[in-house]
C-alpha cells in the first residue's frame, strides 16, 4: 500500500470543481435573479497554505459565476476555468501552464463530468456526499461533504504527510 507521505511527495498541483466540491452544489438566486454561492472559509485556508508552499492550485467548473470570479480574486487563485465544455482540456491547459504532470496532480470532483480528470491523475478525491461513480473513481473520500471545509481536509492531509502543514510556531500562511 502507498503511504500518504509518498502520495504527497508527488502530488505538486491540486485542481478542484466548484459545485459540491467548494461549494455546497445547490443553487442559490437573489431578488434580481444573480446568482450567489456560499464557500467555507476553511478551504481557503487551505488553499492559501498550499499556495504559499509553493505549489500550485486551479479551478475548473463547467458553470460561471461571479462569486466565484471574486472569490478566486480574493485568494489570489491565477488559475481559473469557468464555462469549461472539456473538462479533461481545460485540465492538460492548465497542467501545462503549471509545467506539472498529470502524476504530480491531485483532483477533487464530486460527479460524472469530473471523473475523465479523476481517471487520468495522480490522486483523485472526491467529498464524503459525491456521486456514487465519482466516489468510485476517487482514491481519497474526504470525511467532509462538498462546501463543508472538503478542500481544506485534502490540502492539510497532503501537507501533513509532507510535513509542510504551516502550524503556529511559523507565520500564518495568509
Not at 14 to 27: A, C, E, F, R
Not at 44 to 66: Q, V
Not at 108 to 117: F, K, L, R, Y
Request: charged residues 25%; aromatic residues 6%.
Amino acid at each position: 500500500m502507498i503511504s500518504d507521505r509518498d502520495i504527497a511527495g508527488k502530488i505538486k498541483c491540486i485542481l478542484t470543481d466548484v459545485d459540491g466540491v467548494l461549494s455546497d452544489g445547490k443553487l442559490y438566486y437573489d431578488s434580481t435573479g444573480a446568482e450567489t454561492k456560499t464557500f467555507h472559509v476553511r478551504d481557503g485556508y487551505g488553499i492559501k497554505a498550499w499556495m504559499n508552499a509553493g505549489l500550485h492550485f486551479g479551478i475548473i467548473t463547467a458553470r460561471h459565476s461571479d462569486a466565484l470570479t471574486r472569490r478566486a480574486k480574493e485568494l489570489g487563485i491565477e488559475h481559473v476555468v469557468q464555462r469549461s465544455a472539456d473538462k479533461w482540456q481545460s485540465a492538460t491547459d492548465m497542467m501545462s501552464a503549471m509545467k506539472v504532470t498529470p502524476d504530480e496532480v491531485c483532483y477533487i470532483g464530486d460527479d460524472v463530468p469530473d471523473i475523465t480528470v479523476m481517471c487520468r491523475v495522480g490522486l483523485a478525491a472526491a467529498p464524503d456526499d459525491a456521486s456514487i461513480d465519482a466516489r468510485e473513481a476517487a482514491h481519497w473520500i474526504t470525511r467532509l461533504p462538498g462546501g463543508s471545509g472538503a478542500v481544506r481536509e485534502l490540502i492539510e492531509r497532503l501537507m501533513r504527510a509532507g510535513k509542510n502543514w504551516p502550524t503556529l510556531s511559523k507565520e500564518p500562511p495568509c
